[in-house]
């Protein structure tokens, strides 16, 4: 995904501009047009082009989306009506960026309009999923069993992104504390000991000086460190918000032992668990096909799966080409395609997103109890030199001691 630049004009004939997420320029426009705005220009944005904002919890979480889906789903089957139903949610969302668009949304179905084009108003609050599922249900006339499927869907998301985040979270968290523990020591143990060793006027080992040497930079040096830290993290940022960041990244993440596996575990459910609640809905494979690739996490799965939407365009089977592609595991192609000859795609896909929601959840118990073990043996590493630094001058001064 990238973000693109649009300049666009309202209902009204005004000028505006904005960002959305896409995963090309065509894309873009199309939500833009979603939204009700007719185009002037889209552009990738750039650091010199992108609009900045200095937002805090910008994005509104699956578990959210899904608590709205939920109680939509119960309002409406009670009978109550669309704009009434907004209201009450309206008044007990405690998000503010939620509730802002709840607001927007209930405004404009107040004022006539259908209730998914209200929510295409709204910003980027609602995923195009949900708002693609919710025209779906108004021309079926099942409004309410759409947010019930959203519902299942989001909750079942917000739960596999969880269990992903632990495993990744976990050991950042212990490799930070282990940084500022070195970074403690360097700076308030180690500068102790090394007015000690200066007064014996002895030749230090080689792992003395360079602990002692990397103290004193920290110690005199820290505003280069830090620079060095801001540009390391500031041009990877840079670098992957562009396309070939990302699909580098892409092809990085899915080549890591363990978690490359898991990415594409992560992937194959997200791919699976959108196109059934689609496909289920009435939706088209091609449209379903290009929803699912613009909320794809990786672009890797989102280009072969825009391939794949062309192929199925020109009247390809979808198993076959997800099996060409070599990104997805055998078994997704294969089970795809047994649905496709009893005619049961979308209940196919649903095993399928079951089966690696089920694979992702053991992937990363089993990720976080190898990686706890394997933390705990790098920090016994890194304190043991240190450690070992200040024991050996200590050693070397109690022999000299005992000689004279």
């Not at 108004?138 to 519902?151: P, Q």
């Not at 670098?239 to 892409?250: A, I, M, N, P, Q």
């Not at 939407?309 to 070599?326: A, F, I, Y």
């Not at 595991?329 to 095993?351: F, Q, T, Y």
Request: one cysteine or more; glycine letters at 6%; proline letters at 3%.
């Amino acid at each position: 995904m990238a973000d693109y630049s649009y300049l666009a004009v309202n209902e009204k004939g005004k000028q505006v501009k904005g960002t959305v997420d896409a995963p090309d320029s065509r894309a873009a426009m199309n939500l833009v047009r979603d939204r009700g705005l007719t185009v002037i220009k889209v552009t990738e944005a750039t650091v010199l082009n992108k609009e900045i904002k200095i937002e805090f919890h910008k994005k509104v979480k699956a578990r959210d989306i899904a608590v709205f889906c939920r109680q939509m789903s119960s309002i409406l089957d009670a009978g109550i009506s669309i704009t009434e139903a907004l209201d009450i949610l309206a008044e007990q969302t405690e998000k503010k960026q939620l509730r802002e668009a709840v607001e927007t949304t209930r405004d404009n179905v107040a004022k006539g309009e259908l209730l998914s084009d209200a929510m295409r108003q709204a910003g980027s609050v609602f995923p195009s999923i949900l708002i693609s599922l919710v025209q779906t249900g108004e021309e079926s006339g099942s409004i309410a069993y759409s947010f019930e499927r959203m519902a299942v869907h989001f909750e079942k998301q917000a739960k596999l992104s969880g269990l992903v985040k632990k495993a990744m979270v976990y050991p950042a968290v212990i490799l930070a504390v282990a940084f500022a523990a070195v970074m403690i020591m360097s700076i308030v143990v180690i500068p102790q000991f090394a007015d000690l060793f200066d007064s014996m006027g002895a030749e230090l080992p080689l792992i003395t000086r360079a602990v002692m040497g990397f103290s004193s930079f920290v110690i005199h040096r820290w505003y280069i460190l830090l620079v060095i830290i801001i540009a390391i993290v500031g041009g990877l940022r840079y670098y992957l918000s562009t396309d070939k960041g990302r699909h580098v990244w892409g092809r990085i993440l899915l080549k890591i032992p363990v978690f490359g596996d898991l990415s594409a575990k992560n992937a194959s459910a997200d791919f699976a668990r959108t196109m059934s609640t689609l496909m289920s809905a009435g939706m088209p494979v091609t449209k379903g096909l290009e929803i699912t690739a613009a909320a794809m996490k990786n672009v890797l799965f989102r280009d072969v799966l825009l391939e794949v939407k062309k192929d199925v365009e020109q009247g390809q089977p979808m198993s076959n080409m997800l099996k060409e592609t070599g990104i997805f595991p055998p078994m997704v192609g294969n089970m795809v395609r047994i649905g496709e000859e009893s005619g049961s795609v979308d209940a196919m896909l649903e095993k399928i997103a079951d089966y690696y929601e089920e694979e992702v959840e053991m992937a990363t118990e089993a990720l976080t109890a190898v990686m706890e073990p394997l933390i705990i043996v790098v920090l016994g590493v890194v304190v043991g030199i240190i450690v070992l630094a200040i024991y050996m001058p200590m050693v070397s001064l109690y022999q000299n001691l005992d000689t004279l």
